[in-house]
Nanobody
């Protein structure tokens, strides 16, 4: 059983920064791709950022491009989301997701491509 545990959420003022972490544990995953999604109150879950196993390939949603950065440390089995210049519209529950992959270079940006999900961490940005 694969487990994902997010941390780092909280309350921050607009313009501030937060770093989310997602620790992955459980059965041995040879290679896995990771991503962050978020869900604002009353809205559907949306893609935020994704990263491949090698770590050099990333993609970010247009709404966060230039402000958020996804990264990973495979020695710690952890995926990060560095969030800067936060806006009130970034408020929501942030979910980490992973999936097995046979390609170290491929990332995935659709939620239905992921098999494992964390419970989420709340991010609230006040104006």
């Amino acid at each position: 059983q694969v487990q994902l545990v997010e941390s780092g959420g909280g309350l921050v003022q607009a313009g501030g920064s937060l770093r989310l972490s997602c620790a992955v544990s459980g059965r041995a995953l040879i290679m896995w791709a990771g991503a962050w999604f978020r869900q604002a109150p009353g809205k559907e879950r949306e893609f935020v950022a994704a990263i491949n196993w090698a770590g050099g390939g990333t993609v970010h949603a247009d709404s966060v491009k230039g402000r958020f950065t996804i990264s990973r440390d495979n020695t710690k089995s952890t995926v990060y989301l560095q969030m800067s210049s936060l806006k009130p519209e970034d408020t929501g529950i942030y979910y980490c997701a992973t999936r097995d992959t046979y390609s170290s270079l491929t990332y995935y940006s659709s939620s239905d491509q992921y098999d494992y999900w964390g419970q989420g961490t709340q991010v609230t940005v006040s104006s």
